[in-house]
């Protein structure tokens, strides 16, 4: 039987409690039309959440939608304000039990995991430590890849982003989009497949996404295409990541990895899906899972399992915490984020030989919101 509980144990006064939360909605267009296996876009929305103690305020963020604003508001400051922001794990408790009757998968989630990386990084600054010194080191460095290569892309689109993570960020694992139109053009899947290997050579890793795009015998079938002509070694969501089962068969039946993971939003998610043999490297999204807090323990989750973690997309936010887990494969480093990234916020961090190393000489995450950059963007 769960126990009673409090995210608020006794709190200290004044000053030392948070006292503020606030959210802001951005919406970015997309460099140029962009799309995987089985959705288009144009515009990618970013939820931003401060958290404030007295005179410091943390920041953490999440992409999704402009609805993440009202879960903050309604549902989650009332857990936060007032809380210690030295007991990170106790204030998630409580937001997490705060949306039993909303559901938490989708945008209660994607709230949840915001505000508890805005109070991992205000407990740092706080502390005036750095956020990868609080949470802990395992290694100094985390490895990318690349990751991009949308199917709306002309060849010579793919070719130059390609060339930019291979070329100018010294990146030696680079990902394409695959699974086009629900996995209807299959030729032309291959033929950009072909078209990445080309570009890279054969000394970088290629990896693959069909975003669920694929039948099991479909995906078995490129698959093999995929590993055997393009030397593949990562063949993510083959099929839905709601396929346990296809997605163990297809693991069974092809020799690139099989990834999947970026739609876990609990920690019971993460289990089943290892139980069920579904992946040879298990995704974990910090901005969806439940922030840091819970992005660590998915890691335990798969280490019982001796299977490594690769951080989903927000490679600013995923720097810090990757580093402090022994089962880190990598991050990616998506086109979007990394852009939108860099467009807001100072301190932001940028790839060397590959590699994204969390800064170490600024207290908290080391991100500062452009404020002015930013505003045309805010929506909400
Ligand atoms: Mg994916």
């Known amino acids: 039987m769960s126990e009673p509980f409090s995210s608020t144990p006794p709190a200290p006064a004044g000053d030392s409690v948070v006292s503020a939360v ?30 404030t103690c007295g005179d410091t305020t943390g920041i953490g963020w999440t992409y999704a939608g402009a609805g993440c604003r009202a879960v903050v508001e309604n549902e989650l400051a009332g857990v936060i304000i007032g809380a210690d922001p030295m007991d990170v794990p106790g204030v998630n408790e409580g937001m997490v039990r705060a949306c039993r009757n909303l559901g938490r998968p989708g945008l209660a989630g994607c709230a949840v995991s915001a505000c508890d990386m805005a109070l991992w990084d205000l407990k740092a600054r706080l502390l005036e430590l750095p956020l990868c010194s609080l949470l802990g080191r395992c290694r100094p460095c985390i490895p990318v890849y690349g990751s991009g290569g949308f199917t709306t892309y002309s060849d010579a689109t793919t070719r130059s982003q390609l060339e ?21 053009c299959e030729a032309r899947d291959l033929e950009r ?44 969501e083959p099929v839905s ?43 974990v999204d910090a901005t969806r899972c439940g922030g840091y807090t819970c992005w660590i323990r998915a890691a335990a989750i798969a280490a019982a399992s001796g299977l490594q973690v690769s951080a989903h997309c927000a490679p600013a936010l995923h ?26 916020f100072d301190g932001n961090l940028r790839p060397a030989c590959g590699e994204l190393v969390p800064d170490s000489s600024a207290p908290g995450n080391g991100y500062l919101l452009k404020e002015n950059d930013a505003e045309p963007y805010r929506i909400a």
Request: include cysteine.
């Open 22 to 51: 606030h959210c802001r909605v951005f919406k970015i267009p997309t460099d140029q039309p962009e799309a995987d296996g089985t959705l288009e876009w144009s515009a990618t929305t970013i939820v931003l959440v401060e958290a």
């Open 164 to 184: 930019s993570w291979v070329d100018g960020l010294g990146i030696s694992k680079v990902k394409i989009k695959i699974g086009e139109s629900w996995g209807h």
């Open 193 to 236: 497949m072909a078209l990445a290997r080309r570009v890279v050579g054969d000394e970088v890793e290629l990896l693959v996404d069909a975003n669920g795009g694929y039948s099991v015998k479909q995906a078995i079938r490129v698959g093999r295409r995929a590993a055997a002509e393009h030397g593949i070694v990562w063949f993510e």
């Open 241 to 283: 990541s709601d396929n346990l089962a296809g997605l163990h068969e297809v693991r069974d039946q092809v020799s690139p990895d099989v990834a999947a993971g970026e739609y876990g939003y609990d920690e019971p998610y993460f289990a089943r899906m290892i139980a069920a043999g579904a992946v040879d490297c298990l995704q």
């Open 319 to 344: 720097a810090h915490v990757c580093g402090s887990v022994p089962n880190i494969r990598h991050i990616e480093y998506f086109h979007d984020h990394s852009r939108i990234e860099a467009m807001l």
